[in-house]
């Protein structure tokens, strides 16, 4: 356990369904972030939450959704994905200033989403 | 153009061998971090070893050290004494600008896949 949990761990949904991804840290970090991993791309920063307020959001489609309902919680909620939407999707949290940053993300184990 | 190349897609490496995994980087910030990650087949991203633009000294942590070139611009893993439970796939990181703190924002690389064999 990284203390990063995300659930489920894996989930098949037909391209009409509408689903969610949970992330949950206890570890007192104010960060948290969704990155896409798809086979043979490096990973992809889809958005980023600063104490629960969102700061970033790459160019994602609207088909994916953010949530951020505290620092310890973030949900990704899906819809009328597309199969390219395939891929392992990582939660990560950071930690403030006063560790210097040094180890970057605690990330959790991932969701392996498959769209049909 | 890339921010982090890692130009060796896999790599084998007998048990109990040293093995280095290449990564260059491209910046045009003063202060900028590295990492590296271990990604096993559980999906997990496991960090493995941070790297300061501003430290002097390459950095250790315990079997991995960070062969550290700065004009060069690269960061390359060096694993001694391979394990079996070594394989896995290695990321390179890069945290561009002041560690500000929250939200730092990483660019990865396309990864390496480690095979550590008997």
């Known amino acids: 356990e990284t203390g990063v949990t995300q659930t489920p761990r894996h989930l098949v949904m037909g391209m009409t369904n509408k689903k969610s991804l949970k992330c949950e840290q206890h570890?007192?970090?104010?960060?948290m972030y969704w990155y896409k991993q798809s086979a043979k791309k490096p990973l992809e920063l889809m958005f980023v939450?600063?104490?629960?307020?969102?700061?970033e959001n790459n160019s994602v489609p609207s088909r994916f959704s953010p949530e951020c309902p505290n620092s310890s919680h973030l949900f990704l909620h899906l819809h009328t994905l597309q199969p390219e939407d395939s891929a392992l999707y990582l939660c990560?949290?950071?930690?403030?200033?006063?560790?210097?940053?040094?180890?970057?993300?605690?990330f959790g184990s991932g969701t392996r989403l498959t769209v049909v | 153009a890339q921010k982090i190349t890692q130009t060796q897609p896999g790599m084998f490496v007998q048990e109990k061998e040293a093995v280095t995994l290449d990564c260059t980087y491209d910046?045009?910030?003063?202060?900028?971090?590295l990492f590296w990650y271990k990604q096993p087949s559980s999906g997990e991203m496991i960090f493995l070893i941070y790297?300061?633009?501003?430290?002097?000294q390459n950095a250790t942590e315990g079997r991995y050290s960070l062969n550290f070139q700065k004009a060069r611009k690269s960061a390359n893993l060096v694993i001694s004494a391979s394990q079996l439970g070594d394989s896995a796939m290695y990321f390179c990181?890069?945290?561009?600008?002041?560690?500000?703190?929250?939200?730092?924002?990483?660019?990865f690389g396309t990864g390496t896949r480690l095979q550590v064999t008997l």
């Open positions: 990560a949290s950071s930690q403030d200033r006063s560790s210097r940053g040094k180890r970057g993300y605690t």
């Open positions: 570890l007192g970090h104010n960060a």
């Open positions: 939450y600063n104490f629960k307020e969102q700061t």
């Open positions: 910046t045009s910030d003063q202060s900028y971090g």
């Open positions: 790297q300061g633009s501003y430290d002097e």
């Open positions: 990181a890069m945290r561009e600008g002041e560690d500000t703190g929250t939200a730092s924002k990483l660019t």
